[in-house]
């Protein structure tokens, strides 16, 4: 018994060593030429955080509102600074951030299916999430980008999970900030609706529950992009 749990904690280890050692790689040993991060996704994020930090409603973001993560930013740079002097400061830090909310996700989908699936096939999802382009370009720029690996495994596990334990509060809550940060997650979101629904309709045969969840989807979507309320309409 002990070594098997001790073979399910060593394929956990693997994983986030190499996630942490590709980081690692591609931020401080080998990172990229400067003008790859004063032009582009980072020198983006980067300016409409410092707009965002002197006029919330002032950042312009066609794609997705990216309130939660502007807030973010703008906690670092009360940290860090608000000069263009201190980007990188401001670069590596949220970095850091990212890392760690990379690593907590992994850890929560890890503690939860490994009662459900077998360890190698979390494994193998894992490594193949991770061997995408979009999540290798995410370990070097900082922006909307490198939250998506988090925030799937997240929805993933608290979907799961609302289905067994019938509490939906997390998982709106997710859905918003998922949402709030990049419309990329809409089908995702929006397949979780309908999954709700379905679920409530055909299983629990409630419909309060289902109004109770898009309620409480619909106040923390409104909290997630309260600094910019006046803006969403447009």
């Known amino acids: 018994m002990n070594n098997f749990k001790t073979f399910k904690f060593n394929f956990l280890y693997i994983f986030l060593i190499i996630v942490i050692m590709l980081k690692t790689y591609l931020v401080l040993i080998f990172p990229r030429e400067i003008s790859f991060f004063s032009s582009g996704m980072s020198k983006f994020h980067y300016y409409n955080t410092l707009s965002f930090s002197l006029d919330m409603q002032s950042f312009r ?3 997705h ?11 670092i740079l009360l940290f860090v600074g608000n000069q263009i002097k201190d980007f990188y400061q401001y670069f590596y830090t949220h970095h850091f951030l990212i890392l760690i909310f990379n690593i907590y996700s992994t850890l929560v ?24 382009y979009n999540f290798l370009f995410g370990l ?8 998506q690996f988090g925030l799937s495994l997240f929805l993933i596990t608290y979907f799961i999970k609302s289905i067994y334990s019938k509490k939906n509060l997390k998982l709106a809550l997710l859905c918003a900030l998922s ?9 995702f979101v929006i397949s979780i609706f309908i999954a709700k629904i379905f679920h409530e309709i055909i299983k629990n045969k409630s419909f309060k529950k289902i109004l109770k969840f898009f309620g409480l989807f619909s106040i923390f979507f ?6 910019i309320l006046g803006r969403l309409p447009k």
């Open 61 to 63: 973001d066609a794609n």
């Open 65 to 75: 509102p990216g309130t939660p993560i502007y807030m973010l930013g703008y906690l």
């Open 109 to 132: 989908f890890f503690n939860y299916f490994k009662k459900k699936i077998e360890i190698t096939k979390i494994f193998i999802f894992l490594t193949i999430f991770i061997s995408s």
């Open 140 to 147: 070097e720029v900082v922006g909307l980008i490198p939250y």
């Open 179 to 187: 949402i709030s940060m990049k419309m990329t997650f809409l089908p």
């Open 222 to 227: 409104l909290l997630f992009n309260f600094p």
